[in-house]
């Protein structure tokens, strides 16, 4: 499969990621690589077989609807690269 | 006195019956990593006050009988992907510039819970993104076995600390061979367990269908009384299997234990020299009374590709968090909260996180999803049931851990999917959760160690450790030390 610089830009965007001008041919091309070395999947017949997410059999977890304490705003803060009043402090994002 | 030539049992032992203090064989611990580390550097962060602090408080539980453990005191370090309580914790990325987590993860409490003393935290492949240790943040971690010798990766750091005698024994993580591979290049002993087995509470997600803690130290015994420490349930992580904790005893009898042996493991690309001291492993566990039997699983050509496909589209998802935000580093200047995002992040991850998270966004992308990660969940389905059925008729599959010895550095760095193949015997033990151990087996040519990899079927880790400790106990390349390089 090509993948195309259209492509590339497209996913970067999903990710969140910004490719440099001198970023971009490389990580387009070792991706085209990597991606058609993952097409050798197709030799193997899968049809029929269930997709597996997980090896063992894995069950919702419930626990009791008890109160705890949580933790301590100022310590989820304190690794905050900006904040105010209490709170993570972003850019505006609607006006 | 030199205590670092010890084995973290041997140096409890010692704490126990009060023959050395905990704050003796801590200083002895710390004066030894500033003369040895400048020329290994696996170490992101050396916690030296913290842990004389901690060694006083211990030396008191020991008094007192808060703390039993045979491991009670031994100073020891973990990779920098667990959360450690004030303790700068970066994934070795940086992205995770100055965070200080405000709690442990599970793994390393029980530890603490047990009196151990942290010396600091292990250099590592960026987010465990890697086989070599070169994509750290910090710089690459050497190989004490070679010049210019990658240790192996993610874990380098935790094998290093080992092999260089800096720490007792180690914790690393694993997703698709980064505790084993490492073992391996260095010639120490360590184990992933079964998924499931240790909490991945604290532990800084790659992939978390695939991630598991385990243990990586100098010999089976010091590492199974680790395992015994850090396994068992966790109400904080919902896939922690609800079992007691472990209560490994050894035996040394391998008397009619089935091993299997992947022959279509052992084609091309295995260096020969690899191939050469598995299969001198073999003969010896077979003259040691276990039944040897070869057979064939092709599927493993497939493993690569869906692990690569599986990893990627969790690591997508789980980096997602890193945003400026929250903690770590956020870029200097922006527009919007957009441009805080993409800058943070383009300046914050390295080139291989990401490529990953790139490759996983578009295997999960609409159109794509289908043919690529819904496949490879397929795939793991069939890789799973070839190692139930190998697990019919074998209690252990003994194969090689990686192709190769320790490379040399920048050797694979240059081109990804190269070193992509490189975890060609690991990665389908991750899809299908099982615990295997790596055991150092003999050297090649130039003097590196070789590992081989033995996997047991779910929960069989106390079996799998019996034979690996069995053939500990009839060989010495355990016992094998490189000459290691340190400043008067």
């Known amino acids: ?95 | 006195m030199i205590l670092n030539t010890l084995t973290a049992l041997e140096a409890g032992k010692l704490i126990k019956n009060r023959e050395i203090s905990v704050a003796e064989i801590t200083k002895e611990a710390l004066e030894n990593i500033e003369k040895t580390d400048k020329n290994y550097k696996a170490f992101v962060a050396v916690c030296a006050d913290e842990a004389l602090k901690r060694a006083a408080e211990v030396q008191k539980g020991i008094d007192d009988g808060t703390y039993t453990s045979p491991l009670a005191g031994v100073p020891m370090a973990i990779k920098d992907n667990m959360c450690t309580k004030g303790i700068l914790t970066t994934c070795a990325s940086k992205i995770l510039t100055g965070f200080k987590p405000f709690y442990n993860a599970t793994a390393y409490s029980r530890l603490e819970n047990a009196g151990a003393v942290l010396l600091g935290k292990l250099n590592m492949d960026e987010f465990a993104m890697g086989s070599t240790t070169e994509t750290s943040f910090y710089g690459p971690t050497l190989n004490p076995w070679g010049e210019n010798r990658v240790p192996g990766g993610s874990s380098g750091g935790s094998a290093v600390a080992v092999a260089t005698e800096q720490a007792y024994y180690t914790l690393g993580s694993d997703t698709g061979g980064s505790i084993r591979q490492p073992c391996a290049f260095c010639g120490i002993t360590g184990i992933k367990p079964t998924y499931g087995r240790v909490s991945r509470y604290g532990l800084i997600a790659y992939a978390s269908s695939l991630d598991q803690i385990g243990p990586m130290g100098k010999n089976v015994s010091d590492i199974a009384e680790v395992l015994n420490i850090i396994s068992g349930h966790d109400p904080k992580d919902s896939t922690s299997v609800n079992m007691a904790p472990l209560n490994i005893s050894l035996n040394n009898d391998v008397k009619g234990k089935k091993i299997g042996i992947p022959s279509d493991w052992f084609g091309e690309g295995l260096e020969s020299d690899v191939k050469a001291r598995i299969m001198e492993a073999a003969k010896k566990l077979e003259n040691m009374g276990a039944i040897i039997e070869e057979f064939q699983m092709p599927v493993i050509e497939y493993a690569i590709p869906a692990y690569y496909i599986i990893a990627c589209a969790e690591a997508s998802s789980n980096l997602s968090r890193f945003d400026g935000v929250k903690y770590g580093y956020c870029t200097p200047s922006f527009d919007d909260l957009t441009d805080l995002y993409c800058k943070s992040r383009s300046e914050g991850f390295g080139m291989e996180v990401k490529r990953r998270i790139m490759i996983g966004a578009f295997v999960l992308s609409s159109g794509y999803y289908d043919a690529y990660y819904k496949k490879a969940l397929q795939v793991k389905a069939v890789i799973k049931q070839a190692f139930d059925k190998a697990f019919e008729k074998y209690d252990a599959i003994l194969s090689p851990t990686a192709p190769t010895t320790a490379l040399k550095l920048g050797e694979n760095l240059s081109d990804p999917l190269k070193m992509y193949l490189g975890d060609i015997y690991t990665v389908s033990i991750n899809l299908a959760g099982l615990p295997s151990m790596v055991v150092p087996c003999g050297f090649d040519s130039n003097g590196l160690p070789v590992g081989m990899q033995l996997t047991g079927k779910p929960f069989s880790e106390n079996e799998l450790m019996n034979i690996a400790y069995s053939f500990q106990q009839e060989t010495d390349f355990h016992l094998k030390k490189p000459v290691i390089r340190r400043e008067a």
């Open chain 1, 1 to 95: 499969m090509k993948i195309t610089d259209e492509m590339t830009d497209y996913i970067s965007e999903l990710a969140r990621l910004r490719l440099k001008d001198d970023e971009k041919e490389g990580v387009r091309s070792e991706m085209e690589k990597i991606i058609n070395y993952m097409d050798t999947l197709n030799r193997l017949d899968t049809t029929g077989i269930e997709a597996m997410s997980h090896a063992f059999p894995v069950k919702n977890v419930f626990r009791k609807d008890e109160v705890h304490p949580s933790v301590n705003r100022e310590e989820i803060l304190a690794n905050a690269p900006d904040k105010k009043d209490g709170a993570f402090k972003v850019p505006k994002t609607f006006d």
